[in-house]
């Protein structure tokens, strides 16, 4: 698009045949000027009233975070601002409290940003920083199957070549750093831009981007990997 990846726009692409083939783009309609500018990179949430919710941001004029609100039709029928703050991935606990889990802003400490709702997304609490080091980089976050969520972050104050795991337990809502570190050893590697998925059969896939060396990388694992690592991790306060 004109202008980079700050001016882009968002469309919906549907599948019926869960993956395997899929629709032409939409356009959607996300603002007065051409809808530029409505930048998406975490995962959406289906609602129980059918609706999705999609975390998307913006950096053109602002920087801040919010979510989409699209019906069965494709149709955006509203939206939801979350903070001042790039790229929020969502985490929902057990006492139906929703967390938005930010990348800090270059002027903000290298520390993850953390706002919370209690009202299913309507108002947000003001972002503060946490006790986890981040090097101004993107999180990823995944709600399993079992309710809990896992995170990924890069834990460091500068630079990008390593992802390590926060668990927030679906019944306590307790959060726990996994002692497993994605580490690629490499003088010239890079874990950018984390994504993570959960696969039908309950293994869970994270994909990263290695800029330096245009890769595209991936780290899987079992269930029963993720029990392990929970039961050897230790407790951190958010």
């Not at 809808?35 to 801040?64: D, F, I, K, W």
């Not at 994605?182 to 984390?194: H, M």
Request: aromatic letters at 8%; charged letters at 20%; one cysteine or more.
């Amino acid at each position: 698009s004109i202008g980079g990846w700050s001016t882009a726009r968002t469309a919906l692409r549907r599948s019926s045949d869960r993956g395997l083939t899929w629709s032409p783009p939409v356009q959607l309609s996300t603002g007065p000027f051409l809808s530029m500018s409505t930048l998406v990179r975490a995962t959406p949430r289906l609602l129980e009233n059918g609706v999705v919710a999609l975390p998307a941001y913006h950096e053109l004029m602002q920087r801040y975070s919010e979510f989409l609100l699209i019906d069965e039709s494709g149709q955006l029928v509203g939206r939801r601002f979350i903070a001042n703050g790039l790229q929020a991935n969502l985490a929902y606990l057990p006492d139906g409290a929703w967390l938005a889990l930010l990348r800090p802003l270059k002027h903000q400490p290298p520390r993850l940003h953390l706002a919370e709702s209690r009202d299913g997304g309507l108002s947000w609490s003001p972002t503060r920083p946490v006790d986890l080091v981040n090097s101004h980089q993107p999180v990823c976050a995944l709600t399993l199957n079992d309710g809990s969520t896992l995170f990924g972050y890069n834990p460091q104050e500068r630079g990008r070549n390593r992802i390590a795991f926060i668990h927030i337990d679906g019944e306590t809502g307790q959060w726990r750093r996994l002692p497993h570190l994605i580490d690629p050893g490499g003088e010239d590697d890079e874990t950018a831009y984390c994504t993570a998925i959960q696969k039908r059969n309950g293994d869970i896939v994270v994909i990263y981007a290695d800029p330096p060396n245009h890769r595209i990388l991936e780290f899987g694992f079992t269930p029963a990997w993720l029990t392990a690592q929970i039961a050897e991790s230790e407790l951190v306060e958010p």
